[in-house]
């Protein structure tokens, strides 16, 4: 039988494709990434991964006692990368102040919010999964196709690291346990989730390679 994981992954395999082969990333491998283009996107996902720290609070709060300690260390490691986004900004001369979400990375917050605050945390799982999961697959294309190193090499091997691709690992593996006890409606609505974050992760790049703004 197909873990639950991989069978998430092969519902929105065309998704995933598009995300892996998104323009954004292919510049970001061969270094003819345009400063802004990056520091748009730098500049919105730390503005996402700020407001994630409540919503995985919120994780944390329904997971079962097994896995709190757990989902609490990965709470630590978003307050982690605020610091490595911190450190690289510092050094690339990118502020944070003043900045505000784009629509697309507000519309994915705003998702992700809506998630937290209603769903049961198998569906809360599934959303967390599918978000580090595309992060997991989209650095390491980064990485393996890269033909010198980057400015931004410190990102890279950050997400395509063999420590956060165990704790993606370890995800999965929780992930089907939840699924294993769930009802084939709450299973269903959890394939509707991850299909969504998919989404929500192509038009990420996308927001980013076209500098998305809001029109007033």
Not at 11 to 31: E, G, T
Not at 105 to 128: N, R, V
Request: aromatic content about 12%.
């Amino acid at each position: 039988m197909v873990p639950f994981h991989e069978h998430l992954l092969d519902r929105v395999r065309p998704i995933w494709d598009a995300i892996l082969h998104h323009r954004f990333l292919a510049a970001v491998a061969d270094n003819s990434i345009d400063r802004q283009t990056f520091v748009t996107w730098m500049q919105q996902d730390y503005l996402f991964v700020r407001e994630a720290v409540p919503l995985m609070a919120l994780t944390v709060s329904k997971a079962p006692v097994s896995l709190r300690r757990f989902l609490s260390e990965a709470l630590i490691g978003l307050h982690n990368e605020l610091d490595l986004f911190e450190a690289l900004a510092a050094e690339h001369g990118v502020t944070f102040h003043a900045v505000e979400m784009a629509p697309t990375c507000h519309a994915y917050h705003t998702f992700l919010l809506a998630t937290g605050h209603t769903c049961s945390f198998p569906e809360k799982l599934t959303t967390l999964y599918g978000a580090e999961k595309a992060y997991l697959d989209a650095w390491v294309w980064v990485k393996t196709h890269q033909r010198a190193a980057s400015p931004w090499q410190r990102f890279i091997d950050h997400w395509s690291s063999p420590g956060f691709a165990g704790y993606v690992d370890t995800l999965a593996r929780h992930l089907d346990d939840a699924a294993a006890r769930c009802s084939d409606d709450e299973r269903a609505r959890m394939e509707t989730l991850f299909r969504d974050v998919a989404r929500y992760e192509y038009r990420f790049w996308e927001m980013a390679a076209t500098g998305e703004r809001w029109d007033a």
